[in-house]
């Protein structure tokens, strides 16, 4: 329990602590020493990263596992290496909190962004499109009132936040008060029930329904319901690249990976075949990666997400999703058996020995995969390759997806096995794109974690400038590496892994 008077420094970094945060990702710059002071009192533990991009990343998976990120840049340069990891977030709804430090309000001239008009800030006005509320704590009167209005519109709409602190106002005093209630945006009853209606009357008229989940299924704590519908109704359920894990995948009905073009044969039959597709929360640059426009008729979709609701090509305004969905689920809705791809997953020859392909790696990573670990897939061949691994159980699958930032798995396998210790990260990325934040494997050691980083060299690359634990270039090789990771604990285990050409 908060006492009755605190400084904003103080309130802040508690409140912080109170909403499950015990992490902070701090990036080296000017006016945030003190704030990170009151983090440290505050029992946040506060990690320097070796680049501030990674910091920015660390802050966004940490907050896709917890609910709740935080990145910290002193003012100017070290909070503009935040602009592209928020970009993501707010891209990919991760809750992530930047605060920015800032000069003194008596100080403007000690710094080049600053004209002499602090409300006018700069640095704000670049984070004002990558984030759902943002506010400048430079008034002691309606400070705690600022920080509770961010932290509410970021939990309610699953997207970034801004607090800026001048630091001569750290130790301002104010009094509280109750925290203020998160604002709900409660569903329109008659637009609610329409939209049930209209939902179920396609459903129940289709012959090969199908839902299609995407990311905000766990932003918005859907599963459950999901898995109602998907139960009690029948209806099979393929996912995203961004979505991958959102429900565990063994469950009956599972389809697989839809990617558009990408996807494998079955699985994008099932979807574009259908004559009524259910898509939940799935964004569309989800459906599309790589720029190939799906093959979906909008008169046979209904369209669910956070900011929207269409039914065939009726909009529905003041709807939440989670009350459509949950509502969609509560419905006697015609059962049918769930469907299997009908050419089932590949299959590929995992006994032998012999160079690797990619397909014979991804096959051996499989049977390797255990409960306890999280899949960490960078961007490109990578997470391609790993959209058919089998995650078991909910939020096991890590990848920006949508956005696509290189360089983003190595550093959010430091946050999240921050956020949850129990799982052990096997980090899958380019050789090409190692380089970029490979570096932070030093803070992954000097914290004590233990990611497993798979890199992944195409044939027509050099490879032997990579750093390594070992270097893979058969099956057999491949296991015995595996297994050396497994039994090291406390520091990170990197394979290098030499792939051949794909057989014919």
């Known amino acids: 329990m908060m006492p009755e008077q605190l400084t904003i420094g103080e309130y802040l970094t508690e409140r912080l602590y109170d909403l499950g945060v015990r992490h902070v990702f701090a990036v080296p710059g000017p006016f945030v020493g003190e704030l990170i002071v009151r983090c440290d009192a ?18 966004d998976a940490y907050a896709r596992m917890r609910g709740l990120g935080v990145a910290i ?3 100017g340069v070290g909070a503009l290496q935040l602009v592209n990891p928020i970009a993501q977030a707010y891209a990919e709804r991760s809750p992530v909190l930047v605060i920015g430090g800032a000069p003194g309000l008596a100080e403007p001239e000690l710094h080049p962004l600053l004209d002499g008009r602090h409300d006018a800030s700069p640095q704000r006005q670049v984070f004002a499109p990558l984030t759902a ?13 600022e920080i509770e209005r961010v932290l509410a519109v970021m939990q309610r709409e699953t997207h970034p936040g801004y607090l800026e602190i001048p630091r001569d106002v750290l130790d301002a005093a104010g009094h509280p008060g109750p925290a203020p209630r998160a604002a709900v945006t409660q569903s329109d009853p008659r637009a609610l029930e329409a939209a049930l209606n209209d939902a179920t009357a396609m459903l129940d008229a289709a012959e090969r329904p199908v839902m299609v989940l995407g990311v905000e299924v766990q932003r918005f704590g859907l599963q459950d ?22 429900i565990g995948e063994e469950v009956p009905g599972f389809l697989g990976v839809y990617a558009g073009a990408g996807s494998r044969p079955a699985v994008r039959d099932a ?34 997400r956070g900011d929207r609701l269409a039914i065939g090509y009726h ?4 709807v939440r999703l989670a009350d459509f969905i949950t509502g969609l689920a509560a419905r006697d809705l015609r059962r049918r058996e769930p469907m299997t791809p009908r050419d089932g997953e590949p299959t590929v020859d995992t006994l032998s020995d012999g160079p690797l392909t990619r397909d014979r790696l991804f096959a051996r990573l499989a049977s390797f995969l255990t409960d306890e670990m999280v899949v960490i897939a960078d961007p490109g061949e990578s997470l391609f390759a790993a959209a058919d691994l089998p995650i078991r159980l909910c939020s096991e699958f890590m990848s920006p ?21 129990e799982l052990r990260p096997i980090v899958l990325i380019e050789a090409s794109a190692f380089p970029m934040t490979g570096a932070e494997l030093a803070t992954a050691s000097a914290l004590g974690l233990d990611p497993i980083v798979v890199v992944l060299h195409q044939p027509s690359e050099m490879h032997e400038s990579l750093p390594a634990d070992t270097i893979v270039r058969t099956s057999a090789e491949l296991d015995v590496s595996l297994n050396e990771a497994l039994d090291r604990s406390g520091s990170p285990y990197l394979l290098s892994v030499l792939l051949t050409a794909s057989e014919s």
Do not use: C, W
């Open 42 to 59: 505050a029992g946040l533990t506060v990690v320097r990263p070796i680049d501030g991009q990674s910091a920015g990343f660390m802050a």
């Open 73 to 75: 840049g002193g003012y």
């Open 133 to 145: 509320a943002r506010a400048a704590l430079d008034d002691p009167d309606v400070a705690f009132r």
């Open 225 to 246: 319901p999901v898995l109602r519908l998907l139960a009690n109704a029948g209806i099979p359920a393929a996912v995203t690249l961004l979505g991958k894990s959102v």
């Open 271 to 304: 979807v574009e075949s259908s004559d009524a597709v259910l898509l939940i929360g799935a964004r569309p640059t989800d459906l599309n990666p790589g720029g190939m426009v799906p093959r979906l008729d909008p008169v046979h979709s209904i369209d669910a």
């Open 315 to 318: 909009t529905y305004g003041k």
């Open 401 to 421: 997806a949508s956005y696509g930032a290189r360089g983003f798995a190595i550093p959010a396998s430091i946050g999240v096995q921050l956020a949850e210790p």
